[in-house]
């Protein structure tokens, strides 16, 4: 998980990380974990890809764009990738599009997700192609079905900014305690703008002023059992 201070107006580039239990990288900024401590691998399958109906959505076909707030050391793109080529992808593109303040190194990257052989072939393949600065907007097509685009910079200029239409959001901010900014009122309602009609999103968080905006915003919002004993999480619909 990561996020991003809105309210700041000359952020450091980089976030300062500790590093816990070997390889699981840690904000010194936001005093958060990057994901689950159980398994963040299986804590995506659960929350992001279950709760946006993926990967049957994608049986049929056609280009998938998703949203991300949040790239942090990539691991949900990594199983997205994953998961979509094991599905064949039946002659579709994705297009994963994430939003990220505090861009990570390649090597903090591969470091972070050296942890899950499931990945490892997508690990590498992301740390090859990840820039040595990133900045702006990083732009990597894997091939000619997976497409990789970073936004570096504020999550809410650069969702404004976004010509995409989304069909599934992955909202994977740093804690709505420690970060409200990524999950402000602002925020939940350009995520709504820009998802296409029937478009869904899901999220860990279960905060009740995340599912108040989520609801002003105009999703259709419901609760679902949250994973490794969380008890709740949320995912909604754009009707």
Same mark, same amino acid.
């Given at each position: 998980m990561t996020g991003?201070?809105?309210r700041?107006?000359h952020?450091?580039?980089? @976030?300062?990380?500790e590093? =816990? #239990?070997? #390889?699981?990288?840690y904000?010194k $900024? +936001?005093?958060?974990? +990057? &994901? *689950?401590?159980?398994?963040g691998?299986?804590e995506?399958? =659960?929350?992001?890809l279950?709760g946006n109906?993926?990967? !049957?959505?994608?049986?049929?076909g056609?280009?998938?764009?998703i949203?991300?707030l949040g790239?942090g050391?990539?691991?949900?793109f *990594?199983?997205?990738?994953? @998961?979509w080529?094991?599905?064949?992808s039946?002659?579709? =593109?994705?297009h %994963? ?7 990570m ?7 972070a997700?050296? =942890?899950?052989?499931e990945?490892?072939c !997508?690990?590498r393949?992301?740390v090859?192609n990840?820039p040595?600065t990133p900045?702006?907007?990083? $732009? ?8 990789l685009?970073v936004v *570096?910079?504020?999550a809410?200029e650069g969702?404004a900014?976004s010509?995409e239409? %989304?069909?599934?959001? &992955?909202?994977?901010?740093f804690?709505?305690s420690?970060?409200? #900014?990524?999950?402000s009122?602002?925020?939940? @309602?350009?995520?709504?703008d820009?998802? /296409? /009609?029937?478009g869904t999103? /899901?999220? &860990?968080a ?10 002003? /915003?105009g +999703?259709?919002?419901e609760r ?10 949320l ?5």
């Amino acid at each position: 998980m990561t996020g991003s201070d809105l309210r700041e107006s000359h952020p450091p580039s980089r @976030q300062s990380l500790e590093w =816990h #239990d070997g #390889d699981m990288p840690y904000s010194k $900024e +936001f005093g958060d974990h +990057f &994901y *689950c401590r159980t398994d963040g691998r299986l804590e995506c399958g =659960h929350v992001f890809l279950a709760g946006n109906g993926l990967p !049957e959505r994608w049986r049929a076909g056609g280009t998938f764009t998703i949203g991300e707030l949040g790239f942090g050391t990539g691991l949900n793109f *990594c199983e997205t990738w994953r @998961q979509w080529n094991g599905i064949g992808s039946n002659g579709g =593109h994705l297009h %994963f599009v994430s939003f990220e303040r505090f861009p990570m190194e390649a090597a903090e990257i591969d470091r972070a997700l050296s =942890h899950w052989p499931e990945i490892e072939c !997508e690990r590498r393949a992301l740390v090859a192609n990840w820039p040595e600065t990133p900045n702006e907007r990083v $732009e990597i097509d894997f091939s000619d079905k997976v497409r990789l685009t970073v936004v *570096c910079g504020p999550a809410l200029e650069g969702v404004a900014a976004s010509p995409e239409r %989304f069909h599934a959001w &992955y909202l994977d901010g740093f804690a709505p305690s420690r970060n409200p #900014d990524m999950w402000s009122p602002e925020l939940m @309602q350009l995520v709504f703008d820009k998802t /296409a /009609a029937g478009g869904t999103f /899901a999220t &860990y968080a279960a905060a009740g002023f995340v599912r108040r905006n989520l609801v002003r /915003a105009g +999703f259709l919002v419901e609760r679902r059992p949250g994973f490794a004993g969380k008890r709740e999480m949320l995912r909604g619909d754009k009707a």
